[in-house]
């Protein structure tokens, strides 16, 4: 799809949020203009050499150690969500949890036995957000609240995410997390709209636009992840596969990534090995070698642009049935 549709997609987004009341009074959306230009040959990547991590979870500390403390708390109880067949997500009670992704824990180590030449290997991947070159997440953002810097991180502004979840169903392998009961919608009308907040890795942005590594990248004791250029690090993934004639996730899958993986071991037998051991579900990624879809981002699309129409609807008939109600005896 060319750029300058996806330019116009996400104005059109950002218009009818604007129309649908989405905008926030002490808030602002993002100028399309504030967005980089997909495929700009400045992004940055991570390469991850599965056959060098040894699962030690530095990275994760590391990533926890940076990340946790300014991740919000919900006030209790949770305002119910609107709308109602959403359902409330909850993860402040479990902020230690790290085996799987949640709004508090944006890495884990993903593993699996594989048998490689009749000879038992244990594998270990660390999985985060893969920070894709031309993210549907970004495109269907209802609020623009999901963004990409100049140098391809893919972000979420706590300032406007209203939780409202399109990235999440967007995103192939399931990547934001939501949380309910914090961010801007508390603000503005939580019993009418909103349903908290997503998170995920933000490729540590801050870091890389001051050219320096993400921190679980200078976190890693083996040396396992390198940040770099993305054309020196496809180089060097190519180059690590070649010697050993391995394999490599995420040049082509959604259409380029800036989390890159390689390994000895194919990727495809990989995800098998996590299917089979139950390593794959919510918040556990698959390795899914997602294309880009266009009729899963034309559904989407097409769910963005009624769903707010829809919420201003139900919001009104909620509101006129509490007013009648209330002038019962
Ligand atoms: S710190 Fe390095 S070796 Fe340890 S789990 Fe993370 S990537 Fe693997
Ligand atoms: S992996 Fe998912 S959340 Fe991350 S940039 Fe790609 S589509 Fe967005
Ligand atoms: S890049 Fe930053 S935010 Fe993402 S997993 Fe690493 S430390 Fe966490």
Known sequence: MGNKLLLQRRSLLKAIAG?????????TLPAVGQARSWGASED????????????????VTACRT??????PRPERPLPRPYPAWVRSRDWSDRTNEISRLTPYNWLFIQSCTITVK??????????????????QCVTLCSTGSLRQSQEGAVYISSATCMGDGPCDRACPWGIPQRQSGVGPYLNFAP?????????????CRTLL????????????????????PRAEMVRLAKELAGQRSGDIFGLKENGGTNTIYVSSVLFRDIEANLLRQGQVGIGMPSLRPAGASLDKENSLLRAVLLAPVA???????????????????
């Not at 940055?44 to 050499?49: E, G, Q, R, S, V």
């Open 311 to 329: 919420g201003a609807a139900m919001a009104g008939l909620r509101m006129w049935r509490e007013k009648q109600m209330r002038r019962k005896p």
């Open 209 to 228: 636009a001051e050219g320096q590594s993400p921190a679980c990248v200078a976190a890693c004791p083996q040396g396992a992840m390198r940040t770099g």
């Open 191 to 203: 019993q009418y709209v909103g349903n908290g907040q997503t998170f995920k890795c933000d490729h």
């Open 118 to 135: 009749g000879e038992e290997k244990r594998v270990f991947l660390p999985r985060r957000c893969l920070h894709c070159t031309n993210p």
């Open 44 to 59: 940055t990547a991570t390469l991850i050499d599965i056959d060098l991590c040894t699962g030690c979870g530095a990275c």
């Open 66 to 71: 940076r990340n946790l403390a300014s991740i």
């Open 19 to 27: 129309t649908a009341g989405l905008t926030l009074a002490a808030t």
